[in-house]
């Protein structure tokens, strides 16, 4: 059993959940995946587009490292006990089938895990290899669609992109994600070149025109 601080579970979940893939996207990516790595906690989801990793420490526990996925089905299950446990520190055990949350208060929810003899997908191997790349001056193609999935977090959020055709990193206190760019064509190009030009504009048309001057 590991123990977390108080409104931390709200927090990871309210951070992660908006890139929980749906019902049309890969079974395995319908989740919110929990892992302890003996220090911390951390929630991860994923729909492929965006990918986003919250984190809290642990508080107290000696569990060994464990992994567990809440389908999307259960993670209502995990938002009742959030309203009930939230504002009091939380005990999280995981056992072969379920992660069993409780708290001060007595009360004890049992949310069943998402295929538990499998190792949930490892954020790890895409997140981590981006981190040691230098931040690129190379255009950031990315669809407005996901955008709102990043409201819940703090400010200042920090982002920044590692190269051509390479996911925009996203940056908050205990959290780390990324953005998934959008392939354009050679004409989407041309266009974006078009409208920078344009606006290049703007600051010509807004000066005032130069005085002429009085007849003698």
């Known amino acids: 059993m590991i123990t977390i601080a108080d409104h931390t579970l709200s927090r990871l979940v309210a951070q992660t959940k908006p890139h929980m893939a ?3 996207d890969p ?10 790595d003996g220090t911390w906690l951390y929630a991860f989801a994923t729909n492929r587009f965006t990918l986003a990793v919250s984190r809290t420490q642990v508080t107290s526990g000696s569990d060994k490292p464990w992994a567990a996925a809440v389908h999307r089905m259960q ?6 006990a959030i309203k009930l446990l939230d504002s009091k520190p939380i005990d999280i055990e995981r056992t072969d089938t379920q992660l069993v949350l409780s ?20 954020w790890r191997k895409y997140l981590l290899p981006l981190l040691d790349m230098d931040a ?9 669609k996901y955008f709102g999935a990043w409201k819940n977090l703090p400010g200042p959020v ?6 051509d055709m ?5 940056l908050a206190p205990d959290f780390i994600g990324m953005q998934m760019p959008v392939r354009t064509s050679e004409s989407h190009d041309l266009t974006v070149r078009r409208e920078l030009d344009a606006w290049k504009t703007a600051k010509s048309e807004a000066e005032p025109a130069p005085a002429v001057p009085a007849a003698a």
């Open 22 to 24: 749906t019902k049309d």
């Open 27 to 36: 079974e395995t990516l319908q989740s919110i995946c929990f892992d302890h």
């Open 75 to 80: 993670v209502t299950e995990v938002e009742a």
């Open 103 to 122: 708290g001060e208060s007595g009360s004890r929810i049992a949310v069943s895990l998402s295929q538990p003899d499998k190792e949930p997908m490892s």
């Open 136 to 144: 690129a001056a190379a255009e950031m193609s990315m669809t407005p």
């Open 158 to 163: 920090s982002m920044w992109c590692v190269g």
């Open 166 to 170: 390479k996911p925009t990193l996203i």
